[in-house]
């Protein structure tokens, strides 16, 4: 396991709270879709808070290359951030990114200067200005428009989900059929690099990876939206407690199939069989966890009943 996955794993398992040189420093974990892969990508980093909105800065530790997860917001402003919480276990919430400019931009990074001195040692080590990054968490109490939009968007990546599925499920049955370049849409602005000059099986593993990259990221990002959820429609909290418990369940699932796709395919029609057969177990009961999602939540969303 790496260091980040270990800092990860403490922050979750404590409350948002982690030893050794993070000690009594304020971190958050975002969550953020790859660029080119789509994949979820998470990493600890500092923050300071100012009202409503968590701030987080770009700074690499001094290095001239911008981190990744910065060059993904970029590419997509929707992260979500874990936290500690006062009930004592780390809540995940959906967040807006904004790349803070000017006066605004310049206020905060000094007052984080102020509060770390290593802030400015990394400024001083690099040419590049450190970016300030504001992430807005998403408040469906004000905004009905924004509420009903968010129900079409899950209804769209669902319908995304399904249908690059079923693709999946075809270039399965027949690897000669898979398409040569697989994109799960959901992945935001992500499109898989061009796999000209890939093999069948190299092409296949990429078109799994697509889709699995996209549904750890759709649910990554309920996960997140659940939590607003939760606050304004208290009735819906049995629900969600069950979405999230399979969210869980399908992302085990996941892990498992892709160290199946590290492990494997070569290509040849047995191991075609097994990751197709691992993908139908991992994806068994998706199209009712689906239909259980829209049945529940559509409603609310729509302002039909909450
Ligand atoms: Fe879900
Ligand atoms: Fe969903």
Request: hydrophobic share 40%; proline share 5%.
């Amino acid at each position: 396991m790496g260091w980040n996955d270990q800092i990860i794993n403490e922050f979750r398992e404590n409350n948002g709270r982690v030893g050794g040189m993070f000690e009594g420093v304020p971190l958050v974990l975002i969550t953020t879709a790859g660029v080119r892969s789509g994949k979820p990508h998470t990493t600890p980093v500092v923050c300071l808070r100012e009202g409503g909105r968590v701030v987080v800065f770009g700074s690499n530790m001094g290095k001239d290359r911008h981190p990744d997860w910065y060059r993904n917001i970029l590419g997509t402003a929707q992260v979500t951030l874990e936290t500690g919480t006062e009930e004592g276990r780390v809540r995940s919430y959906s967040t807006r990114a904004v790349v803070l400019q000017g006066e605004e931009r310049d206020r905060l990074w000094e007052r984080q200067c102020a509060l770390d001195p290593a802030f400015r040692a990394y400024q001083e080590k690099t040419e590049r200005q450190i970016p300030v990054i504001a992430l807005h968490p998403l408040d469906l109490s004000a905004d009905p428009a924004r509420t009903r939009l968010v129900g079409e968007q899950l209804l769209a990546h669902h319908r995304d989900l399904r249908a690059e599925l079923a693709r999946l499920r075809a270039s399965l049955l027949d690897p000669a059929s898979a398409p040569a370049s697989a994109s799960v849409s959901t992945s935001a602005s992500a499109s898989a690099p061009a796999s000209e000059g890939l093999g069948p099986a190299a092409q296949l593993r990429r078109h799994c990876l697509a889709f699995c990259y996209g549904l750890q990221l759709h649910h990554t990002r309920e996960d997140g939206a659940f939590t607003e959820f939760e606050r304004v429609y208290p009735h819906l909290v049995p629900v969600i407690t069950r979405l999230r418990a399979e969210h869980a369940v399908v992302e085990q699932g996941l892990r498992e199939f892709e160290e199946l796709l590290d492990a494997a395919p070569s290509g040849a029609d047995g191991e075609v069989g097994s990751v197709r057969a691992e993908l139908e177990r991992v994806v068994a009961d998706l199209e009712q966890h689906f239909a259980y999602e829209e049945e529940q939540l559509l409603p609310a969303l729509r302002g039909d009943v909450g």
